[in-house]
């Protein structure tokens, strides 16, 4: 953690609040010429140059030109044992697991594996200027061990846990109910807490799990405050009728979930393609959150997510990568593919939107929203510095842009990491773009 009090000086954009609720202008605060003061790790004040620098006398000021700062992006689903099979041709959900997905995450049994891809796993984030992401490990509990002890190193705030998955997976890739339930059980006392970091009970989803692992999974989240609870939901249609097949005797997909009390305040479910009004109502009344993971659900062909239908219902909502299944760590790409999705329902996504997912919506969504998501005196110095003059194009197009508005699409748009030109964690450093 930095103990020195520094400031940066950009033009500094962050969210107050869902511009669903406030309205568009009354979502965000920007300042032209800003300044963003860093003490010990949190943010200290930000305001307008004008205002702030002749208070800063003696204090390092990192200037930024042609810059927007904005608070790190959140990713609020992604597996980071596929990170080496992004981009994997030619299935839909069911056959892509079997084709590519379990035989990769079997290699996460060597610890050793599993450390260098958490490492090549973080710098990317980093990269992209992600800060805080909802991570799926594997089975392997070695494999959460090696993820955290990277994160950690980097004092990132990060959220993961093993997968509970005791059926309909290949041997070499299952537990037990009980086994399951003990590993996280350890796992959870080794790092729920430490750091910045916390834990995730993480069952794969509903067909891959006995009604004895979900039940344990379930006991879990009773017996530690605070815990997280992470898998998915509602993706595909065959995996919606495989679910009914499974569990005949519960009203539908989302009930198998909260028969077995794993919906709730820090209840995360990838997806929510194809959730039904009784099932939104219900995640909504519980206070769950969906991960609307657009660049995954357009790779594998799952479908179009109704953000509004959502939004409607009052459902925390924040945005996911899914890499593998999502073709880009960056959630600039994201919000890319998100506006055509939302396009493509005869429906907008604006700018101001697309940050608020992007940021103080993933916080929400993770009950991290006092710590994370804009720049209030207090939260984490998580945030990254984005680069007008990026790439050629992105300059050249910026030149054009006539309000803050249009500037912020086209970074969305145009955006992916060559659009980072750093990124902190906790007031500190953590990638510089070559
Ligand atoms: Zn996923």
């Not at 697991?97 to 379990?102: K, Q, W």
């Not at 697309?354 to 804009?374: E, I, P, Q, V």
Request: with cysteine; aromatic share 10%.
């Amino acid at each position: 953690m930095s103990n020195t009090r520094k400031a940066y000086r950009a033009a500094i954009l962050h969210s107050l609040a869902d511009p669903a609720v406030v309205g568009v202008e009354q979502s965000y605060e920007y300042f032209e010429d800003g300044i963003l003061l860093i003490e010990n790790g949190k943010v200290a004040q930000v305001g307008a140059a004008a205002e702030l620098l002749p208070k800063l006398a003696g204090i390092e000021i990192q200037h930024y030109c042609d810059a927007l700062i904005t608070p790190g992006f959140i990713d609020t689903h992604i597996h980071y044992p596929q990170t080496g099979m992004i981009a994997s041709y030619g299935e839909q959900l069911l056959d892509w697991l079997n084709t590519y997905t379990f035989p990769t995450e079997r290699q996460f049994e060597d610890k050793a594996h599993a450390s260098e891809v958490a490492a090549i796993f973080l710098k990317e984030l980093l990269r992209n200027g992600t800060t805080t992401a909802l991570v799926f490990g594997s089975v392997h509990p070695q494999s959460v061990d090696a993820f955290f002890e990277q994160a950690d190193k980097l004092n990132l705030r990060m959220i993961a846990g093993k997968v509970l998955m005791d059926r309909n997976a290949p041997d070499y890739l299952t537990d037990s109910a009980e086994s399951g339930y003990a590993e996280s059980k350890a796992l959870i006392e080794r790092w729920h807490g430490k750091g910045r970091l916390h834990y995730a009970v993480t069952p794969r989803f509903a067909p891959t799990s006995t009604p004895e692992q979900l039940e344990l999974a379930g006991k879990l989240l009773g017996e530690y405050p605070d815990l997280y609870m992470h898998t998915h939901l509602s993706e595909n249609r065959k995996e919606i009728e495989w679910v009914k097949e499974l569990f005949p005797e519960r009203k539908g997909y989302l009930d198998v979930y909260d028969h077995h009390k794993l919906i709730g305040p820090r209840a995360v479910f990838a997806h929510g393609v194809h959730l039904c009004d009784d099932e939104c109502k219900r995640l909504a009344e519980t206070g769950s959150a969906v991960a609307f993971c657009p660049t995954s659900n357009l790779f594998l062909g799952s479908g179009l997510f109704d953000l509004n239908k959502l939004e409607a219902h009052g459902v925390r909502v924040g945005l996911g990568t899914d890499v593998g299944a999502g073709t880009s760590f960056s959630q600039l790409q994201s919000l890319n593919e998100a506006y055509k999705v939302m396009q493509l329902q005869g429906k907008k996504l604006d700018p101001f939107k697309s940050l608020y997912l992007a940021t103080l919506g993933g916080a929400n969504a993770l009950y991290l929203d006092d710590k994370l998501g804009n720049f209030l005196p207090g939260k984490d110095a998580d945030f990254l510095v984005l680069d007008y003059n990026a790439t050629p194009l992105i300059s050249y197009r910026m030149q054009q842009a006539k309000s803050l508005e249009e500037r912020l699409f086209a970074l969305t748009m145009l955006g992916d990491d060559r659009a980072v030109k750093e990124t902190f964690a906790a007031g500190v450093s953590v990638h510089q773009r070559s």
